[in-house]
């Protein structure tokens, strides 16, 4: 199965609640919560891929990332890196504003 993969050109592949527990934080407020609450992992998993797309030109592609029964596939490790770059920079923008919420609360004190 890996060589089959690896020979159709995907460098990377990930199981749906793996992806899914990395990389949601990127639809946060991108897409329906009934999808996160209720979806299937393939749902999720597609609707995370969606909403990324706006902000990782190379999702854009067709074929840069596909999905199958139980994993999500991805042709090249570029295409991975900018969506764990754009993990990282929300991850701090959200991790400041809880900063900034906690030194007013305690400055308040």
Do not use: C
């Amino acid at each position: 199965e890996n060589v089959k993969v690896r020979r159709a050109g995907f460098a990377l592949r990930m199981e749906f609640f793996r992806f899914i527990h990395r990389f949601k934080v990127l639809a946060t407020g991108r897409i329906d919560p009934r999808v996160l609450a209720t979806g299937s992992d393939y749902d999720i998993t597609y609707a995370i891929l969606d909403a990324a797309a706006y902000q990782v030109a190379a999702l854009q592609k067709p074929g840069e990332a596909q999905l199958g029964r139980t994993k999500v596939f991805i042709k090249s490790p570029e295409t991975y890196d900018q969506l764990q770059d754009l993990r990282k920079q929300l991850v701090s923008e959200q991790v400041i504003k809880i900063q900034n919420v906690w030194r007013k609360f305690a400055n308040r004190r």
